[in-house]
Every structure is written in structure tokens, then in C-alpha cells.
Nanobody, 124 residues
Framework: QVQLVESGGGSVQAGGSLRLSCAVS????????VAWFRRAPGKEREGVAV????????RYADSLKGRFTISQDNAKNTVYLQMNSLEPEDTAMYFC?????????????????WGQGTQVTVSS
């Protein structure tokens, strides 16, 4: 079992930036992948970014247009999501998830450990 704790959410104006953090309870290079998902009001949960933690290879949702960057700090067992040029459409609860088995990158079913989430609100 892996415990995940997200932080860094908040309210920001459009065009601003936020950095989310996901603290992982064990060595992240022992996990297959860590991902960020989000769920906006009235919408399905969607994958935002995934990091294959043994190698640091990232994957991003096509809709992000290069605005987000996922990264890891192995010494701190933490995965980050840097979000730039935020838009009101990015308003959502953001969740960190960890997978200990291999599955499709952006399928929630691929992840067997989830954090409680951190709220991001972007105003126009």
C-alpha cells in the first residue's frame, strides 16, 4: 500500500501558475508510475500527466498544450505538477495516484493508490 498526500492547490487568476506536490510514502522508483488526475464539477475524472518513475519518462494529456510539467524528486519521494498559463477550464480537484502494476497510462483503473486531492480554482 502506498499513501499519497497532495498539497499546493489554491485560487489563482487566469494566466497564473501553481505547483502541486504529491508526497509518496515510499521510494518512488519502486513504483511503476505516479500520475495526476483531475475532476471538474460535472465532468469525468481525466488524466493530466503521468510519470514512469523508474526512468522519469513523462506523458501528458494532449489537451494541455504544453502548459503542465510533471517531475520527481527521488530524495524527497515527491512528484510535482507545475501548472502554467492556467485557464478557468483547469478548475478542478486534482488527485495524485500511484500504480504498482503496469496498465494504460491515463486509465484510473491502472492506479491502485490515491490521495485525497487538492482543489485548484482559476478565475477569469
Amino acid at each position: 500500500q502506498v499513501q499519497l498526500v497532495e498539497s499546493g492547490g489554491g485560487s489563482v487568476q487566469a494566466g497564473g501558475s501553481l505547483r502541486l506536490s504529491c508526497a509518496v510514502s515510499r521510494s518512488i522508483d519502486s513504483i511503476i508510475s505516479v500520475a495526476w488526475f483531475r475532476r471538474a464539477p460535472g465532468k469525468e475524472r481525466e488524466g493530466v500527466a503521468v510519470l514512469y518513475t523508474p526512468s522519469g519518462v513523462p506523458r501528458y494529456a494532449d489537451s494541455l498544450k504544453g502548459r503542465f510539467t510533471i517531475s520527481q524528486d527521488n530524495a524527497k519521494n515527491t512528484v510535482y505538477l507545475q501548472m502554467n498559463s492556467l485557464e478557468p477550464e483547469d478548475t478542478a480537484m486534482y488527485f495524485c495516484a500511484a500504480a504498482t502494476f503496469v496498465g494504460p497510462w491515463f486509465s484510473p483503473a491502472s492506479y491502485n493508490n490515491w490521495g485525497q486531492g487538492t482543489q485548484v480554482t482559476v478565475s477569469s
